[in-house]
């Protein structure tokens, strides 16, 4: 590999083209996005003007991108490559093929625009596109050191957040209210922006990806809020406590110990040689035996890194065997349709004999 890039640059290049040669692929084509951010730390944002990382299984790496936007890859990694430069009414697929050579598997990062996908398409006649995720989801799925210690940071900062959602949930203040405050805290312990806000009180709180509404707080409501984000290097946070405005029925309390219970044990589980499907069992079972097993409605987690939702997902079916440095969401919920629901979610991250929780909040129903 030519030049001065960052070893950890370098060394992710390296083994993504050492993924690809596994897979018999022969070149990477990644647009901006998670997956270029991972290999270069480039971010930039994907448009009609193509800029892509071209990775080769074998020989040294290139960058194209429209000479307007060279000026803004001063400074990074790809300027130990070669940059391929083009104007408006130049054809970049074609000087993408060119440099590429006559490839027969290309692999495209997921988020590639269909624009720059199809025109690939045309430009290089004799090859197949596939997915590079099944490529780069081996990599970016085992989080280095530098990774954990910034997932321990968005996870600091959001419980951060959390400890303060008890003064802002109030009886008589709309779930957007509350929902502003949020907002406002989670950019002020660090995040670059909140990239979602879930404030479910009383039947919202039965429907998991609600957001916020008008709906004005009850005492007594069980409110579920889930919230996160991305901090300046990325790496995002994502944490769910249930709460309790007043005094619990008995009816949440039993159910509430149910769900504490699963969950607990689900991160009990995690450990190198576990398989992704038997962590989501073990909160499942739990649920199911107790006669809840149809209000659990989504899988147990998932992974999370440059990318709220990425490899691996915690739910049935996937025998991905874990290993040291995962890191992902532990995050069973129990939901009643038109009446409440609860959800309780810790990151963790797989250590050599199980694992640590990024999340430090309390578990229990937290009254307001
Ligand atoms: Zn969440
Ligand atoms: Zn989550």
């Given at each position: 590999?030519?030049?001065?890039?960052?070893?950890?640059?370098?060394?992710?290049?390296?083994?993504?083209?050492?993924?690809?040669?596994?897979?018999?692929?022969?070149?990477?084509v990644v647009t901006p996005g998670p997956?270029?951010?991972?290999?270069?730390?480039?971010?930039?944002?994907?448009?009609?003007?193509?800029?892509?990382?071209?990775?080769?299984?074998?020989?040294?790496?290139?960058?194209?991108?429209?000479?307007?936007?060279?000026?803004?890859?001063?400074?990074?990694?790809?300027?130990?490559?070669?940059?391929?430069?083009?104007?408006?009414?130049v054809d970049p697929h074609a000087l993408?093929?060119?440099?590429?050579?006559?490839?027969?598997?290309?692999?495209?990062?997921?988020?590639?625009?269909?624009?720059?996908?199809?025109?690939?398409?045309?430009?290089?006649?004799?090859?197949?596109?596939?997915?590079?995720?099944?490529?780069?989801?081996?990599?970016?799925?085992?989080?280095?050191?530098?990774?954990?210690?910034?997932?321990?940071?968005?996870?600091?900062?959001?419980?951060?957040?959390?400890?303060?959602?008890?003064?802002?949930?109030?009886?008589?203040?709309?779930?957007?209210?509350?929902?502003?405050?949020?907002?406002?805290?989670?950019?002020?312990?660090?995040?670059?922006?909140?990239?979602?806000?879930?404030?479910?009180?009383?039947?919202?709180?039965?429907?998991?990806?609600?957001?916020?509404?008008?709906?004005?707080?009850?005492?007594?409501?069980?409110?579920?809020?889930?919230?996160?984000?991305?901090?300046?290097?990325?790496?995002?946070?994502?944490?769910?406590?249930?709460?309790?405005?007043?005094?619990?029925?008995?009816?949440?309390?039993?159910?509430?110990?149910?769900?504490?219970?699963?969950?607990?044990?689900?991160?009990?589980?995690?450990?190198?040689?576990?398989?992704?499907?038997?962590?989501?069992?073990?909160?499942?079972?739990?649920?199911?035996?107790?006669?809840?097993?149809?209000?659990?409605?989504?899988?147990?987690?998932?992974?999370?890194?440059?990318?709220?939702?990425?490899?691996?997902?915690?739910?049935?079916?996937?025998?991905?065997?874990?290993?040291?440095?995962?890191?992902?969401?532990?995050?069973?919920?129990?939901?009643?349709?038109?009446?409440?629901?609860?959800?309780?979610?810790?990151?963790?991250?797989?250590?050599?004999?199980?694992?640590?929780?990024?999340?430090?909040?309390?578990?229990?129903?937290?009254?307001?």
């Amino acid at each position: 590999m030519s030049g001065t890039a960052p070893d950890h640059v370098s060394a992710r290049l390296e083994r993504a083209q050492a993924a690809a040669r596994e897979a018999g692929v022969d070149a990477l084509v990644v647009t901006p996005g998670p997956d270029l951010q991972y290999l270069t730390g480039v971010v930039k944002h994907s448009h009609e003007r193509l800029s892509a990382l071209l990775l080769p299984a074998e020989g040294d790496p290139a960058f194209v991108v429209p000479t307007l936007e060279r000026p803004g890859l001063d400074g990074s990694a790809v300027e130990s490559m070669d940059v391929l430069t083009w104007t408006d009414g130049v054809d970049p697929h074609a000087l993408a093929a060119s440099r590429l050579g006559d490839p027969r598997r290309v692999a495209v990062a997921a988020d590639m625009p269909a624009l720059h996908v199809l025109g690939l398409r045309d430009a290089l006649p004799a090859a197949t596109l596939e997915l590079a995720t099944p490529i780069l989801r081996q990599l970016r799925m085992r989080k280095d050191a530098g990774e954990v210690a910034a997932l321990r940071t968005a996870g600091a900062a959001i419980d951060d957040v959390h400890a303060q959602v008890p003064d802002w949930l109030v009886a008589g203040r709309t779930e957007a209210e509350v929902g502003a405050d949020i907002t406002r805290a989670i950019v002020e312990t660090g995040h670059a922006e909140a990239a979602f806000v879930i404030v479910g009180s009383g039947p919202n709180g039965a429907s998991p990806h609600h957001e916020v509404s008008e709906r004005v707080i009850e005492r007594g409501d069980v409110v579920v809020v889930d919230i996160g984000g991305p901090l300046p290097d990325g790496y995002n946070s994502d944490s769910t406590r249930t709460y309790v405005v007043g005094e619990a029925s008995d009816e949440v309390r039993d159910v509430y110990a149910v769900l504490q219970r699963a969950q607990a044990a689900a991160v009990d589980a995690v450990r190198p040689g576990a398989t992704a499907e038997s962590i989501d069992e073990v909160a499942r079972a739990i649920i199911r035996d107790a006669g809840y097993g149809e209000f659990f409605v989504h899988r147990t987690g998932h992974g999370i890194g440059l990318e709220v939702h990425e490899e691996p997902y915690i739910v049935d079916g996937n025998d991905l065997v874990l290993e040291p440095g995962m890191a992902f969401s532990i995050e069973p919920g129990i939901y009643f349709p038109g009446r409440w629901g609860a959800r309780i979610e810790d990151i963790v991250v797989v250590t050599d004999t199980g694992c640590e929780p990024v999340n430090r909040r309390p578990h229990d129903l937290l009254s307001c």
